[in-house]
């Protein structure tokens, strides 16, 4: 499952201030949300209360799983038929628990012989406890008959940050009434959610072969795990297709999608890899999957372990309860994946793409035993991502990514620290978090850096080729690296994996010019006893050569000593920039100013450049090392110097030609946007034929950049070309056009605000909402009052809770500015007393709204986000 989407939203909403408009310029909108000084906060790990989750008991193997589904679109009921194989996995039984959660139970047999015999079962709505014919042993097999209604609807599971509803089984726009949204279904069986649909033995460390029929209106393609076998047209406009998969997997793998989609077949080698996507998106399929072959045979020869599985099928849904799901061969994405090529410029997921795949191997085929052990499926498929990065971008691109997977661990490290490997969770479902993902991913890069590429990837092999088809505890991998590299890791895995935190480091230095000799001092300054072992890459820089000194940092504070001809240039500690750590590396400007220029890797730059940009105010030196860096190699750091540089007097005349030229010519849309963005910055009339050449750019988000430098040159013409745009549903013209239309306070423009809020979803969305506000700041009344019906709509009934958050806050930012408007009538006159009663009402009847959604607000964190509304 890939979280790429869901962890970084709260951030996202937070720094939306730097893409929405606001009345000052489109480009420097008011923060969305003021910082609030809170009381310190306690990082706890393994609170004593909670109790030890470990492996589930395996009291009967299940071996083999058929299923006969058809589906009430009306109730949203499935109508269900299952047949399981099971035997005793070890000790002899007379009785078998399944979950089944939610049913009406219509018949429970014991087929033996070619007959159903009754049998004595009782029900309690979430187990379905069955008294068996006689007491069987291990091996000898027994095949149990459920016929069953199962209600995903009518079942209350609460979801969490990584999984946001847990019905196993979504009927999307049933009833055909939302002109916008298709009639889908789709299941999400991750955690224990399938036993929502059928009835099983939901546990991970359990795995089965399937056979699956699903009856479903004739118009629809379907999709399930394995091969389809056979499609059948019946009389009442419905089609029975019969998938099945020979290869045992686990029970939340199981997985059934269904809708009106367009299917672009594909293949690698001999295997069928087909594309599920909406009509609309048909000539844009290969271009958002189109790698996957490429991927997939990447993987297989990466790992000396060819694909497993017998198809590789991926589909988009519509309102995707995660960011994605790795379905054994049926991969289920959030729409948001769905792009046209013309966005494919500006913005892919081809990192949850390589996420999911490289599941089947860490997951699917190899799958962590209990959700303790999570992190040996969620941070394989992270730094699958990676390896997938490195190989067809570089590693610059891949250190980008991956630079940012370590922020989005340290950034929730500041409230929360857990093993990786953690048997005392509260929820299963808090094992989806950045330690599983993230710090697992980070986890891995060390231990492949620590015992060389070679090792670590014939570890991998030897791991899956050990373990196929069968579930694992993270010893299982241990042992698999120690039989490689015959290397005791116990320190290594006790450290990373069972062990909370990370290291904190300072880094001095000092040389000794009589002795020839550099020093480096390192102290671990980490606020927990924990002294960790860390073996590290030194590079030395001294009469232009660089040499590499290997050296293990594992004591509180440690001197090293290096001998060196005379005195470096730099000493880059952490050359290979692998570890997982927080580090005050207190070099001067002038070592970080040649780190920026001679150190190779993205984050030894895009570090110097950072450094550069707090010091370019009183260093020319640093200034200048960020107008070099408008020609770096790697598009992220250009971006970030067009971002942060100072536009200085020596460099003036030099930085605004680059910026034209990047505008106009940069090879990255992105790239060329924050060029033609600064040039507007500028407030200079010369550039506008620049901006106006933007807005014709095939990149979306380079149009957006040129309306908004319009705006603030010539609020006319960017109206104008927003009539050009206005009918886009892209979020970064959205963007634009809400912007420009928030400057503008024209009430004509309330109805854009209004149409799109209507339609859209995500991140569009949010950029709506917060123009929107924008928009009303000088708003009259009577557009103030349609406004906050829609505001309140958004806040009581949306389902992603953030959006609820944003929109409740403009209610509350409507009623301050309402509040400060009142405040500048003059008392006494008649025309004012007036105006000054229905502002008063207004106020009063937004204080009422907002106190009505708190109240009936349910999630936890929003409502600490609300303490702050008073």
């Not at 978090?433 to 991998?460: N, P, T, W």
């Amino acid at each position: 499952m890939s979280n790429k989407i869901l962890f970084p939203l709260l951030a996202a909403l937070m720094l939306f201030a730097a893409c929405t408009g606001s009345k000052k310029a489109v480009k420097d909108a008011e923060p969305i949300m003021e910082y609030v000084l809170m009381d310190t906060m306690s990082v706890i790990a393994n609170p004593p209360e909670i109790t030890y989750k470990g492996s589930e008991q395996r009291v009967h193997d299940l071996l083999h799983t058929e299923l006969d589904v058809s589906f009430d679109f009306e109730n949203r009921y499935l109508l269900g038929k299952a047949w399981l194989s099971l035997t005793p996995h070890f000790y002899p039984s007379s009785f078998l628990q399944l979950d089944a959660k939610g049913f009406d139970i219509k018949d429970v047999k014991l087929l033996a012989g070619g007959t159903k015999q009754a049998v004595d079962y009782e029900y309690d709505g979430w187990y379905l406890n069955i008294t068996l014919d006689k007491e069987y042993k291990r091996g000898e097999e027994y095949k149990i008959f459920v016929d069953y209604i199962a209600k995903p609807d009518e079942i209350n599971l609460e979801g969490s940050e990584a999984i946001k509803e847990r019905k196993g089984l979504y009927f999307i726009d049933p009833d055909d009434t939302d002109p916008h949204k298709p009639t889908q279904l789709w299941t999400q069986g991750e955690t224990e959610a399938s036993s929502i649909w059928f009835p099983t033995i939901d546990s991970p460390n359990e795995r089965c072969t399937q056979e699956l029929r699903m009856t479903v209106p004739a118009e629809f393609a379907s999709l399930s795990n394995g091969k389809l076998i056979s499609s059948t047209d019946n009389p009442d406009g419905t089609r029975t297709d019969y998938w099945k998969q020979d290869l045992p997997h686990a029970p939340y793998l199981f997985a059934m999608a269904a809708g009106d989609f367009a299917v672009v077949k594909d293949k690698w080698r001999d295997i069928e890899v087909n594309y599920y996507v909406e009509k609309e998106y048909e000539e844009d399929a290969m271009a958002i999957f189109g790698n996957t072959p490429e991927m997939m045979e990447f993987y297989s020869k990466l790992l000396n372990y060819d694909y497993p599985w017998d198809k590789y099928h991926q589909v988009v849904v519509r309102d995707f309860v995660s960011g994605a799901m790795e379905n054994t061969g049926a991969v289920i994405y959030i729409d948001i994946v769905q792009r046209t090529k013309r966005e494919l410029l500006d913005k892919d997921y081809e990192d949850i793409i390589a996420h999911e795949l490289f599941h089947h191997w860490f997951g699917d085929l190899v799958t962590c035993e209990s959700w303790a052990n999570l992190p040996l499926n969620e941070a394989f498929a992270t730094y699958g991502e990676y390896l997938w990065h490195e190989h067809k971008y570089g590693r610059d691109y891949a250190d980008y990514k991956f630079d940012t997977d370590l922020e989005t661990y340290l950034s929730e490290a500041m409230t929360k620290q857990e093993p990786l490997i953690r048997y005392h969770y509260e929820l299963k479902e808090d094992m989806f978090d950045a330690h599983s993902y993230q710090k697992g991913g980070r986890v891995l890069h060390m231990l492949r850096k620590y015992i060389g590429d070679d090792a670590f990837f014939e570890s991998l092999s030897l791991y899956l080729k050990q373990n196929e088809y069968k579930p694992v505890e993270i010893h299982n991998f241990r042992l698999a690296v120690e039989e490689v590299t015959g290397m005791d890791l116990n320190w290594f895995f006790n450290q990373w994996f069972m062990t909370a935190g990370h290291p904190k480091l300072s880094i001095d230095y000092d040389f000794f010019e009589e002795r020839n000799q550099a020093y480096v001092t390192i102290e671990q300054v980490q606020d927990h006893d924990q002294i960790y072992q860390l073996p590290l890459a030194v590079d030395i820089y001294v009469d232009g050569k660089v040499i590499r000194e290997e050296i293990v940092v594992d004591e509180q504070s440690q001197v090293f000593t290096f001998e060196v001809p005379s005195k470096p240039d730099l000493i880059n500690v952490d050359a290979e920039k692998m570890l997982l750590a927080e580090k005050d590396d207190l070099k001067t400007l002038e070592e970080y100013i040649f780190q920026y220029h001679n150190a190779p890797l993205y984050m030894d730059r895009a570090k110097a450049l950072d450094v550069c940009r707090q010091e370019q105010d009183v260093s020319t030196e640093a200034n200048k090392t960020l107008l070099a860096a408008l020609d770096d190699p790697f598009w992220d750091i250009r971006r970030f110097a067009i971002d942060n540089i100072s536009i200085e007097k020596e460099i003036k005349e030099e930085l605004t030609e680059k910026l034209k030229q990047m505008a106009e010519k940069d090879e990255k849309s992105l790239v060329r946007a924050a060029a033609v963005q600064r040039l507007g910055d500028m407030d200079d009339r010369a550039f506008i034929p620049i901006f106006a050449k933007a807005t014709k750019d095939q990149s979306y988000e380079v149009i957006g950049a040129g309306l908004n430098a319009i705006a603030q040159q010539d609020i006319e013409q960017a109206l104008q070309l927003c009539e050009e745009h206005k009918t886009s549903d892209n979020d970064a013209i959205i963007r634009a056009v809400g912007g420009v239309y928030a400057m503008d306070n024209n009430p004509d423009h309330q109805q854009y605000f209004e149409s799109k809020i209507e339609n859209a979803t995500g991140f569009s969305l949010f950029y709506l909402i917060d123009n929107y506000y924008y928009f009303l700041e000088d708003s009259e009344l009577p557009t103030v009052s349609k406004a906050k019906e829609t505001f309140t709509s958004l806040a009581l009934d949306q389902k992603n809770e953030w959006i609820r958050y944003r929109s409740t806050y403009s209610l509350y930012n409507l009623k301050v500015t309402l509040s400060d408007r009142l405040q500048t009538l003059t008392n006494g006159d008649a025309f004012s007393d007036i105006k000054r009663d229905k502002i008063a009402q207004e106020i009063d009847d937004l204080a009422l709204r907002i106190e009505d959604i708190k109240a009936k607000e349910k999630n936890e964190e929003v409502l600490q986000y609300y303490k702050m509304l008073r």
